[in-house]
């Protein structure tokens, strides 16, 4: 129709005003009931978080007492390795030579008698003074100083201890022990067993003791258990040629996902076993 205007849409200010209204409430943020399950599901991812670092925490500190433990007991059985080795080796008996200057000049007396006052003490000067399940004593140089020390490897408690005397050529006596020396801790059982002669040189005892088809051939040796073969006395220490060592140790804490199949309990254990050849007795 001539003269009149394009009918256009509307459009008022509070039309434009409710609109921006509205526009700007959604651009405002997330509402209450949502910002409660955001914080929700943050507290379970960080809960999960912290129980799976406690969990590592603890498989470190156990790991690394075990390893602590593997160590320790190492080390204490190397210790009496390496010394019972020496066990006969008194240089005072050896004959002057001089053009072999480990033993000095003059030379000095050998030790006559053992340590008096202790659980070994028997009177006689013997390689070996002590030979028990859970105890070995002997005459060695072991610090290569050309004098003879007595020398004890024993179970004090869970301590696997050291105790030393040392020859006093001077005086012809020993002189005062060190006192027990922690060697290994957490130890929880020493046991030595001993191979003792038993051919016509040793304990003939008219038995096959090695299994190679001939009673008492030269150089056999017999699996002494004290716990079963009885006490080995003087006469019998003479003969001993090799000692075996077993020694259990245990770890100082508990580990909670592991349980011990024989003991029952939640520590950690670990048997090291050692046999040693006694080359300085014959």
């Known amino acids: 129709m001539e003269g009149h205007a394009p ?7 509070r039309g434009a005003m409710m609109k921006n209204n509205h526009l700007s409430n959604r651009e405002k943020g997330i509402s209450l009931v949502e910002l409660m399950i ?3 599901l943050l507290g379970l991812v960080m809960a999960g978080m912290y129980n799976m670092f406690v969990h590592q925490q603890k498989s470190y500190s156990v790991q690394d007492h075990v390893s602590a433990m593997q160590q320790n007991a190492r080390v204490g059985l190397e210790y009496m390795v390496k010394d019972i080795r020496m066990a006969g080796y008194v240089p ?4 002057f030579d001089a053009f072999d200057p480990p033993v ?8 006559g008698a053992d340590v008096a006052g202790q659980p070994f003490t028997d009177g006689d000067d013997e390689d070996i003074e002590e030979a028990t399940a859970t105890s070995i004593t002997f005459q060695a140089d072991i610090d290569n100083d050309a004098t003879t020390e007595t020398v004890r490897y024993a179970l004090n408690g869970t301590d696997l201890t050291m105790e030393v005397w040392e020859w006093n050529a001077a005086s012809s006596s020993w002189g005062s022990s060190t006192g027990p020396q922690v060697i290994a ?7 030595f067993t001993y191979g003792v002669l038993s051919d016509d040189y040793g304990v003939n005892n008219d038995l096959d003791d090695d299994g190679n088809d001939g009673a008492d051939e030269e150089g056999e040796l017999k699996t002494w258990n004290v716990a079963t073969d009885g006490a080995l006395g003087n006469a019998l220490r003479r003969h001993i040629r090799q000692v075996s060592i077993t020694m259990n140790a245990r770890s100082e804490v508990k580990d909670p996902v592991y349980t011990d199949p024989v003991v029952g309990d939640h520590y950690r254990r670990r048997a090291l076993t050692s046999n040693i050849n006694l080359r300085n007795i014959t």
């Open 104 to 111: 000095p000049e003059p030379k000095k007396p050998a030790p």
């Open 7 to 13: 009918s256009w849409p509307r459009f008022t200010k």
């Open 185 to 191: 801790q957490d130890i929880e059982n020493l046991a």
């Open 38 to 40: 955001v914080t929700a």
């Open 92 to 95: 005072e008996r050896i004959p």
